[in-house]
């Protein structure tokens, strides 16, 4: 079986080639790839090629297929699935693996065969023996592509933890009812996150989101009005921290002073840990969801407070496979939309350049349809080029109908009138 996929031979080597596939073993699976979002991980790994924790040392002989979010169609099961899995049903994977012995390694980083950008892959053993194949009933491919960003949100969620003082009873989670504040929240991830805060299975009370950029702020309120957020018994507000005379203080006074419950830490800048931790209430929890690429990465914490005032401080990095069998469930009840978290959309020839420039390139999550051939393009950008291309009016006009967003709809336009590679 030949597949054609995109893989890294070594620090900034990435190809895009076809290979034949081994023939199929009794406990893989067979399965193509429709849709992987591009995760800044893989720009990590393309510069740190075989010094990357994740990428074998041998990859300059045996390249591994690049990309670990991701979805499609199983094509073909080995017998010792049989009685499980079948053709025909769609499916994501969850990349931590946790193989003893071999924790570090994960598909998009680690094997020959397995990996997002490709057009068909082979599921190997080990991500069948940890239950990381997972079943999706959604529809739309994108929306288990995202899947796993959706799960480090989740994962963030659940980690965050809390305690009545006194008593050694911890108990997993956001308070509910409570008063929650998302720093640098506009971005993609934020964007997931306020979903997830509106319409996930425990709200805040009171939900702040503030970033520095206007234009970002004015998007988020777009896609999550304050009106939606009370549909679902919350209070949101926007704030440009920017232009606040003091922030500390008018950001704890939405809390009627007293501080917040929660606070989520959305960039990895000094500053915002720093404001997280001044404006925390009693017994408040401070999640740094952003993860350093500095690994001397420093912030000054008032450690008065933690002993006195009971505050906390938590961080992850990724979700469980309970937290994306969670985010696969939301969103194919229509609970959770990760398409607030795309701005880009393109096909496997864009792959390489979009993964070399991910830091350069504005805007949120890039999508790429594995077996079309399309190049990157910003969704803000359909309307125009569809002045001259019918295929991208289609697009703007599908777009314009979801509020600017990547849709349904969208996908099953681009999947039957996109060029294939």
């Known amino acids: 079986m030949e597949t054609l996929a995109v893989r890294l031979y070594g620090k900034d080597d990435l190809r895009l080639e076809k290979f034949e596939l081994p023939e199929?073993?009794?406990?893989?699976?067979?399965?193509?790839?429709?849709?992987?979002?591009?995760?800044m991980s893989s720009y990590k790994a393309t510069k740190q090629g075989e010094d990357h924790k994740r990428v074998p040392k041998d990859v300059a002989e045996n390249p591994i297929i690049i990309g670990?979010?991701?979805?499609?169609?199983?094509?073909?099961?080995?017998?010792?699935?049989?009685?499980q899995f079948k053709a025909g049903e769609k499916y994501s994977i969850q990349p931590a693996l946790s193989v003893p012995g071999r924790e570090l390694e994960a598909p998009g980083y680690s094997f020959q065969y397995i990996g997002g950008n490709a057009t068909k892959i082979i599921i190997p053993e080990e991500v069948m023996e940890r239950n990381c194949l997972l079943p999706y009933a959604g529809e739309a491919y994108f929306k288990a592509s995202l899947s796993e960003p959706v799960s480090c949100?989740?994962?963030?969620?659940?980690?965050?933890?809390?305690?009545?003082?006194?008593?050694?009873?911890?108990?997993?989670?956001?308070?509910?009812?409570?008063?929650?504040a998302i720093l640098a929240g506009a971005g993609p991830m934020g964007l997931g996150a306020i979903d997830y805060a509106i319409h996930g299975p425990r709200q805040p009370k009171l939900l702040v989101v503030t970033d520095i950029d206007t234009a970002r702020l004015d998007r988020a309120a777009s896609i999550f009005s304050p009106e939606e957020a009370a549909k679902n018994g919350v209070t949101l507000k926007y704030v440009n921290t920017m232009e606040c005379d003091d922030a500390i203080a008018e950001l704890k006074a939405l809390t009627g002073k007293d501080g917040f419950d929660d606070v989520m830490v959305f960039a990895p800048v000094p500053v915002l840990v720093e404001q997280a931790d001044q404006i925390l209430g009693y017994g408040g929890c401070l999640n740094f969801f952003a993860g350093p690429s500095k690994q001397d990465f420093k912030a000054t914490i008032n450690f008065y407070d933690v002993h006195y005032a009971d505050h906390h401080i938590v961080g992850s990095s990724g979700g469980n496979t309970d937290d994306m069998n969670e985010a696969l469930d939301l969103m194919a009840k229509g609970k959770l939309n990760p398409a607030v978290m795309i701005t880009h959309i393109g096909g496997i020839n864009s792959c390489i350049d979009t993964i070399k420039e991910l830091p350069n390139i504005p805007g949120g999550k890039k999508l790429l349809y594995t077996?079309?051939?399309?190049?990157?393009?910003?969704?803000?950008?359909?309307?125009?080029?569809?002045r001259s291309d019918p295929f991208f009016a289609k697009l703007a006009e599908l777009a314009e109908q979801n509020r600017g967003l990547w849709s349904d709809e969208a996908e099953k336009f681009l999947l039957e009138n996109a060029p294939n590679y």
């Open 371 to 386: 077996n079309k051939s399309m190049p990157l393009t910003a969704i803000d950008d359909f309307a125009e080029l569809g």
């Open 68 to 83: 670990h979010e991701f979805c499609g169609t199983i094509l073909e099961v080995g017998s010792k699935w049989a009685d």
């Open 153 to 180: 949100i989740i994962g963030a969620f659940n980690t965050s933890f809390h305690y009545k003082h006194g008593t050694y009873n911890y108990k997993n989670g956001i308070v509910e009812g409570g008063a929650m």
């Open 24 to 39: 199929l073993k009794d406990g893989e699976i067979l399965a193509s790839i429709e849709s992987n979002s591009i995760c």
